[in-house]
Nanobody
Framework: QVQLVESGGGLVQAGGSLRLSCAASGRTFSDYGMGWFRQAPGKERDLVGT????????YYTDSVKGRFTISRDNAKNTVYLQMNSLKPEDTAVYYC????????????????WGQGTQVTVSS
C-alpha cells in the first residue's frame, strides 16, 4: 500500500503561483511513476503531467506546458507540482497518483491516489 497526501492548494489570483506537494508513505516511493491529475466540477479527471521513477523524464499536457513543472525528491518521498502563471481555467481539485508500472497518461493505470487539494484561481 502507498498512502498519498496532497497539500499546498488554495485561492490565488490569475497570474499567481502555487506549489503543490504530495507526500508518500508505505512502499518504496522510487518504485512508482507519479502523475498529477485535476478535476473541475462536472468534468472528467484529466492528466496534468507525469514524472518517471527517478525523475529523469516528465510529460505535460499541452494546456500547462511552460507554466507547470513536476519534480520529485525520492529521499523525501515527495512529488511536487509548481504552477506558475495560473489561469482561472486551472481551477480544479488536483490529485497525485502512483503507478507501479511507471508513468501513464491514463488514470485507470494508477494504483494509488491522494485525496486531492483544491486550487481556485480568481480572475
Amino acid at each position: 500500500q502507498v498512502q498519498l497526501v496532497e497539500s499546498g492548494g488554495g485561492l490565488v489570483q490569475a497570474g499567481g503561483s502555487l506549489r503543490l506537494s504530495c507526500a508518500a508513505s508505505g512502499r518504496t516511493f522510487s518504485d512508482y511513476g507519479m502523475g498529477w491529475f485535476r478535476q473541475a466540477p462536472g468534468k472528467e479527471r484529466d492528466l496534468v503531467g507525469t514524472i518517471s521513477r527517478r525523475g529523469t523524464t516528465t510529460y505535460y499536457t499541452d494546456s500547462v506546458k511552460g507554466r507547470f513543472t513536476i519534480s520529485r525528491d525520492n529521499a523525501k518521498n515527495t512529488v511536487y507540482l509548481q504552477m506558475n502563471s495560473l489561469k482561472p481555467e486551472d481551477t480544479a481539485v488536483y490529485y497525485c497518483a502512483a503507478n507501479q508500472g511507471g508513468t501513464s497518461r491514463y488514470p485507470s493505470q494508477y494504483d494509488y491516489w491522494g485525496q486531492g487539494t483544491q486550487v481556485t484561481v480568481s480572475s
